[in-house]
C-alpha cells in the first residue's frame, strides 16, 4: 500500500502520464485504479483535513479554525472538459477556490470552470466548510467577495482586505498574501502548474494529496 501512495505522489510531484510511471513503481493501472477509488471515496480529503487538525495542535493551537482565508487561482486546462474563460486573467481554463487556515494549510477547495465569478464561486465553498470546520466565524478575502450572496451564504463573517490607496506595483496584503501562498506552494508540483485533468473530480482530487504531502513533512520535522 505504502508504495501505491508513492506512485500517486511520483504523480503529483513529477507531472508525468501515468502510462510514464517508472517500472520500480506498481503498474500505472493500478495506480490509477486505487487514485479513483480514493478520490470518489473522498480519502484524499478527510486525510488532508485531519493534518491541518494535527498541525495546529503541534503548533499549541485548538485543532478547529476559527478564521479563514478565502481567495482564487486560475489555470489553463490541457484535457480539455468543463472549463470557461476568465476574462480578468485571460486565461482558458478552470478556477481552483481555496479556504485555508491564518498559517496557510487548505481547509477547503473547490474547482469549477474558469468563466465563474469569484462572488459565485464562494457560495458553495463556504457552504461546504460548514459541515468539516463549524467553527470557522470570520474569512477574509478581497474585494471581489464583496457580494451579498457570499456575505448571506453562511454565518461566517467575511472581512474584505481592500487595495491599499495610491497602490502602484506589487503590494503584500494584509491576511490575503497567506492564500497567495498557499497556491505557490501547490504549485511546487508539477501536476499543478497547469491543470491536466479531464474531470473536475480528478483535479480536485490532486489538491489533496499535494497538501497532505505538505503537512506531513511539516509534522516530521516538527518530531
Given at each position: ?6 506512485g ?8 508525468c ?6 517500472s ?6 493500478t495506480?490509477?485504479r486505487?487514485?479513483r ?7 484524499f480529503?478527510?486525510?488532508s483535513?485531519g ?10 493551537r485548538?485543532?478547529c ?6 481567495d ?11 472549463r ?10 478552470r ?5 485555508v487556515d491564518?498559517d496557510?494549510p ?25 459541515s468539516?470546520?463549524p467553527?470557522?466565524?470570520k474569512?477574509?478575502?478581497?474585494s471581489?467577495y ?15 482586505v ?15 498574501w497567506v ?5 505557490a506552494?501547490?504549485?511546487?508540483n ?11 473530480a480528478?483535479?480536485?482530487?490532486f489538491?489533496?494529496p499535494?497538501?497532505?504531502m ?10
Amino acid at each position: 500500500m505504502r508504495e501505491i501512495v508513492n506512485g500517486i505522489f511520483y504523480v503529483l510531484r513529477a507531472g508525468c502520464p501515468w502510462r510514464l510511471i517508472p517500472s520500480d513503481l506498481p503498474p500505472w493501472s493500478t495506480l490509477w485504479r486505487w487514485f479513483r477509488l480514493w478520490r470518489d471515496e473522498g480519502l484524499f480529503a478527510r486525510i488532508s483535513h485531519g493534518l491541518v487538525a494535527a498541525d495546529r495542535e503541534r503548533r499549541g493551537r485548538e485543532p478547529c479554525p476559527s478564521a479563514a482565508v478565502v481567495d482564487s487561482q486560475s489555470v489553463k486546462t490541457t484535457e480539455g472538459g468543463p472549463r470557461g474563460y476568465d476574462a480578468a486573467k485571460k486565461i482558458l481554463g478552470r478556477k481552483r477556490h481555496a479556504m485555508v487556515d491564518t498559517d496557510g494549510p487548505p481547509l477547503g477547495l473547490l474547482i469549477h470552470p474558469a468563466d465563474v465569478q469569484d462572488r459565485d464561486g464562494a457560495v458553495p465553498l463556504l457552504k461546504a466548510s460548514r459541515s468539516r470546520h463549524p467553527f470557522v466565524a470570520k474569512a477574509f478575502a478581497d474585494s471581489a467577495y464583496n457580494s451579498d450572496r457570499v456575505a448571506n451564504a453562511t454565518s461566517i463573517d467575511i472581512q474584505i482586505v481592500r487595495r491599499i490607496a495610491d497602490q502602484s506595483g506589487f503590494v503584500v496584503h494584509p491576511r490575503r498574501w497567506v492564500v497567495e501562498r498557499t497556491f505557490a506552494w501547490l504549485g511546487r508540483n508539477r501536476r499543478l502548474t497547469k491543470d491536466f485533468e479531464a474531470t473536475i473530480a480528478s483535479a480536485t482530487a490532486f489538491l489533496y494529496p499535494a497538501s497532505a504531502m505538505l503537512l506531513t513533512r511539516r509534522l516530521a520535522r516538527s518530531g
